[in-house]
């Protein structure tokens, strides 16, 4: 059975910093690319970053780019997300998901999802 669980997610001051945790199980976590999206309070599902399934590619959603580093531990089946200079309205539940298909945004599996409120 593929589980993904999200952890590090908490309340953060604007201009903090938090990592999020997706530990990946059920399934071989080097064969496949994996990404964060987010969906924020009243809103949409947003991109916000993915990796390729070595590591040696990553994408960033605009108004992340300086601000967030997807990385990944194939060795430990875990995914990160370092989260710096955080803002209010980066507010959102964070969902790791595993990407399917040749592109970066379908997914076939998501996580339960791990909170993050910037908030002073």
């Known amino acids: 059975e593929v589980q993904l669980v999200e952890s590090g997610g908490g309340l953060v001051q604007p201009g903090g910093s938090l990592r999020l945790s997706c530990a990946a199980s059920?399934?071989?976590?080097?064969?496949?690319?994996m990404s964060w999206v987010r969906q924020a309070p009243g809103k949409g599902l947003e991109w916000v970053s993915a990796?390729?399934?070595?590591?040696?590619?990553?994408y960033y959603a605009e108004s992340m780019k300086g601000r967030f580093t997807i990385s990944r531990d194939n060795a430990k089946n875990t995914l990160y997300l370092q989260m710096n200079s955080l803002k209010s309205e980066d507010t959102a539940v964070y969902y790791c998901?595993?990407?399917?298909?040749?592109?970066?945004?379908?997914?076939?599996?998501w996580g339960q999802g791990t909170q993050v409120t910037v908030s002073s």
């Open positions: 059920g399934f071989t976590f080097d064969d496949y690319a």
């Open positions: 998901a595993r990407v399917y298909g040749l592109g970066y945004h379908e997914y076939d599996y």
């Open positions: 990796i390729s399934w070595n590591g040696g590619s990553t």
